[in-house]
């Protein structure tokens, strides 16, 4: 299976503080992307980074891919109490890019 | 990117029923996605929607249960067939952002199926 591991599974912040989440996978892929959901709504697309690309920048937001190691993390910096959410990385394959496969997600709380 | 309107935003449903979840996007698509989120879970692809030709279905999932219409490029339906409370999950819609696979996926609101 493709579908990427994410740790930690929860992570507690105050305000202001940085906050990292990780995702692991376990084949070749085309591209990794970051999603946002609340409260089990909609996702919301935050980034993706292509498999030849090692870092990318998105306001508070940094990502970075090591595709030796076949490994992601997502860093926000100076979080707000409204980045509260659940964060999911997704990957697409080599060979059949169109479809996505969704890590197990981070749950994430900033306290004001 | 798309917008996409899905509905129902949420239903209570009786076991051994059927429930049909409809997704319209505001422009055209070639391919539509459905995903399912059990309960505290990641999301899970069930089937990708093809306008003229069958959805085409990951492993554990099938047409009896979750068949899919695409009668054009701009909407799609998932049914959720005799359903059973292991059926409660979220069901969600995506398509891609701008025609192409390497923008990432833009996601509908979700329903919230809860079989009772």
């Known amino acids: 299976s493709q579908q990427g591991e994410e740790d930690p599974q929860a992570l507690s912040i105050q305000e202001g503080e940085n906050a990292t989440m990780n995702c692991s996978y376990k084949?070749?892929?085309?591209?990794l992307q970051w999603y946002r959901q609340n409260s089990g709504r909609g996702l919301v697309h935050l980034i993706l980074?292509?498999?030849?690309?090692r870092e990318k920048h998105s306001g508070r937001l940094r990502v970075t891919l090591d595709t030796s190691k076949k490994s992601s993390s997502l860093l926000i910096t100076a979080s707000r109490a409204a980045d509260t959410a659940s964060y999911f990385c997704a990957t697409s394959g080599l060979y059949n890019f169109n479809k996505f496969y969704f890590g197990s997600g981070t749950k994430l709380n900033v306290k004001p | 990117s798309a917008v996409i309107s899905q509905k129902p935003s949420r239903d209570i449903c009786q076991r051994g029923t059927s429930l049909t979840i409809q997704c319209q996007v505001d422009?055209?698509?070639?391919?539509m996605f459905w995903y399912r989120q059990q309960p505290g879970q990641s999301l899970t692809l069930i089937a990708t929607a093809n306008q003229g030709s069958e959805a085409t279905y990951e492993s554990g999932f099938v047409i009896d249960k979750f068949p899919i219409s695409r009668p054009n490029l701009t909407f799609s339906t998932l049914t959720v067939s005799n359903m059973s409370p292991e059926d409660s999950s979220i069901y969600l819609c995506?398509?891609?952002?701008?025609?192409?696979?390497?923008?990432?996926?833009?996601f509908g609101s979700g329903t919230r199926l809860t079989v009772v």
């Open positions: 422009s055209q698509v070639t391919m």
């Open positions: 995506s398509v891609d952002r701008t025609g192409g696979a390497n923008y990432g996926y833009t």
């Open positions: 084949t070749s892929i085309n591209n």
């Open positions: 980074i292509r498999s030849n690309e």
